[in-house]
């Protein structure tokens, strides 16, 4: 009892300490942040690039979102409370009342329900890429105008987290009504900052929203984007004092260079990322319609050499399977070695590799592998596909297009095999898997695939709630999954942010979407 008292004093001393120590927050002054590449259009809901939400984020605001000092816990945003049914098929919120959109109109729980509807039930030429994660929601009622109840058709206990989402920008119904995909090409939100302008290939300006329903936020007077997808030129821009931040991820070399150069001037966090590239094949173009010649093409990449090396030049880290390393149910390194593609005998799993493609009738494979022209870390990933393919005979174009034509191609199919990306914005494996069930129940699925058989492991996955039948129907699925070879993980990131020295209140996750609000950064004189 004496120890443990004295370990709670500790506690609350350290706390006191802390915020004693904790500077007071000042209002003003603009945040200039990088990013890589202008976003391909505003809407939230069509894709799962980081440059969307660190884009228009900051205009938007969400029913919850996570609170980085429990993560992954989450509160609430528009929410002020919520409760969910003891049965797991009711969750019931109470909005915050007197919020209002940029134009000044109300926001209330029937934007809400049109937001919602338009994700789970998109119209005809709308795109939603959380259509599968809401699919679990039978209908929704809005009591009045600041209370919302979403009614499943089956518990799922990845829901919370699923309605944190950054990608669920609350839009305007009176908006969607008039126009389904006015949030392609306008920006009209209720975050804490209003749209300014976009000079596309330049930046971006978002301004204080003073009618913002959080009081005393934001901090800042605004933000100005600056989009540099050099580099070289961003970190010249960091150096020199053009931007304070880029939120996404610089290298190890990069790291270096910044604290020689800027002293106590410059600042970094670090964290392990929920982010990892996925090498997809397409499925409905011969030869990669053949398992046979995608397993070959897995088989010859060698993760653990492509792990020790590439970590020192680029973000590229960790060798894992579909759920990041680290995390609650990954493979552990005995499981992972187990699988096709993850041995430790690269020359055995190449002779393989070369059986395969012989047997399949393509012996001389010659494609083009479609990749995003983006330095880190996609060029050196790139670079050593190619390297990994020519060591069994196959040829291959390196083919590196910029980020919107990249995504078009990939998500149009107008590709062989593409190294795509796996950004898990939330850890539960209900979301992590989402991309791997059949193209035709998935927006995420790239490779065309329809697999019933995953459909329905899947679904008995989303519904178990004991953590050790979960971890069963994972490794069962994941074993699926790399048999199939229609998308295969090639290596997970490594996370570190460069900020001057000055930017204060933004927190670090495992995600580059999260924390993207800017509602609680100031600058410090």
């Not at 000079?199 to 003073?210: A, E, I, K, N």
């Not at 880029?246 to 966090?269: W, Y």
């Not at 996750?509 to 609680?520: A, F, I, K």
Request: proline share 6%.
């Amino acid at each position: 009892m004496i120890r443990s008292f004295a370990i709670g004093l500790a506690i609350v001393l350290g706390a006191g300490m802390a915020s004693a120590q904790t500077p007071t927050p000042t209002r003003g002054g603009t945040l200039d942040f990088a990013v890589v590449s202008d976003p391909p259009n505003y809407d939230c809901h069509a894709h799962e690039t980081y440059v969307v939400v660190q884009s228009v984020g900051p205009f938007y605001s969400t029913l919850l979102k996570f609170d980085h000092s429990r993560y992954p816990e989450v509160k609430g945003d528009l929410a002020r409370s919520w409760t969910v049914s003891a049965d797991g098929l009711t969750y019931s919120f109470q909005l915050n009342p007197d919020v209002k959109f940029h134009d000044g109109s109300a926001l209330t729980s029937a934007d809400v329900k049109a937001t919602y509807d338009r994700m789970r039930n998109p119209p005809q030429g709308v795109i939603s890429l959380r259509q599968a994660t809401f699919a679990d929601i039978a209908s929704i009622d809005t009591p009045s105008p600041t209370e919302i109840v979403f009614r499943l058709s089956a518990p799922n206990p990845a829901m919370l987290q699923n309605f944190a989402s950054p990608y669920n920008c609350v839009y305007s119904a009176a908006k969607l009504k008039d126009d389904p995909r006015f949030p392609l090409q306008n920006i009209m939100g209720s975050g804490a900052f209003r749209f300014v302008e976009h000079v596309r290939g330049s930046h971006l300006v978002g301004q204080r929203f003073d009618g913002y329903f959080v009081k005393d936020r934001p901090y800042l007077d605004g933000f100005r984007i600056a989009y540099i997808p050099q580099p070289s030129a961003m970190l010249n821009a960091m150096q020199g004092g053009q931007i304070k931040a880029e939120f996404r991820t610089i290298g190890p070399a990069d790291k270096a260079r910044l604290e020689q150069a800027m002293g106590n001037r410059i600042k970094f966090q670090e964290a392990t990322w929920s982010t990892g590239l996925i090498v997809a094949f397409n499925t409905e173009k011969a030869p990669f319609n053949d398992p046979r010649v995608r397993r070959a093409l897995s088989l010859a990449l060698d993760r653990n050499a492509a792990s020790a090396g590439l970590r020192r030049t680029s973000i590229l880290r960790e060798v894992g399977g579909l759920v990041r390393p680290g995390a609650p149910f990954a493979a552990s390194a005995t499981e992972l070695a187990a699988l096709p593609g993850f041995g430790r005998d690269i020359n055995a799993a190449r002779a393989e590799a070369r059986r395969l493609l012989a047997e399949a009738g393509v012996s001389n494979l010659k494609f083009a592998l479609v990749n995003r022209s983006v330095a880190q870390p996609y060029t050196p990933a790139g670079i050593f596909l190619v390297d990994q393919w020519r060591q069994i005979g196959v040829e291959v174009e390196h083919r590196q297009l910029e980020t919107s034509p990249y995504v078009q191609a990939v998500r149009a199919g107008n590709f062989d095999v593409a190294l795509d990306f796996q950004n898990q914005v939330l850890e539960d494996p209900t979301y992590t898997l989402l991309r791997y069930i059949s193209s035709d129940r998935s927006p995420e699925n790239p490779s065309k695939l329809v697999d019933r058989e995953l459909d329905g492991l899947y679904e008995k996955l989303v519904r178990e709630t004991n953590a050790t039948a979960r971890t069963a129907l994972i490794r069962a699925f994941e074993a699926r999954v790399m048999d199939n070879a229609a998308q295969v993980p090639f290596l997970w990131w490594n996370r570190l942010v460069a900020m001057d020295a000055r930017v204060n209140g933004w927190a670090m996750s495992p995600s580059h979407v999260h924390g993207q609000d800017l509602v609680d950064v100031w600058l410090a004189p």
